[in-house]
């Protein structure tokens, strides 16, 4: 496959999964209609998360009916538990979760790399150009004293402990997808990696 023009209006054929450009608006604007194997989804839309594979409180034969086209779940949470094999030996994340529509799973990076390097950072309230991330302390960039890591970032990717019983794991952008795959997501994120602003 050829890579697309910049001013294409569809990327690739819908009929292949793809993303039709269906109307524009001023500059970049757009809406669109994006195609997996599982449906449609209208765009721009609200996509309800499903960490755990579920979206608490509501049940999935109702999300349909409160107009969600696509559900999003966790890879680092349903990787812990209850582990990637055990979604796909079920069918993939839309049979596990019984949702007949598109899936989407996001990475696992936000979560793996907040237990590292961004342990306790928040946003600072005012934020005026060159304003860094504060701990709930206050202090600039820094981890809490006296809270160990359960993260450790390195050039190709993170190892890091489960919060759930403690064994050592490791992620890294291909190990994400792989686990991902399993999951059977129609939407995979790349991994990704927790910067501050």
Known sequence: MTAPRADSTSLPS???GGFEITARHGGRARAGTLTTPHGEIATPAFIPVGTKATVKAVLPESMSDLGAQALLANAYHLYLQPGHDLVDEAGGLGAFMNWP???YTDSGGFQ????????QKVLSSEFSGGAKARTATGEDDAVREGKERLAHVDDDGVTFRSFINGDVHRF???ISMQIQHGLGADIMFAFDELTTL
């Open 101 to 103: 529509g598109p899936t």
């Open 172 to 174: 890294t952008p291909e």
């Open 112 to 119: 793996v790399m907040s237990l590292g390097a961004g342990f």
């Open 14 to 16: 819908p009929a292949d």
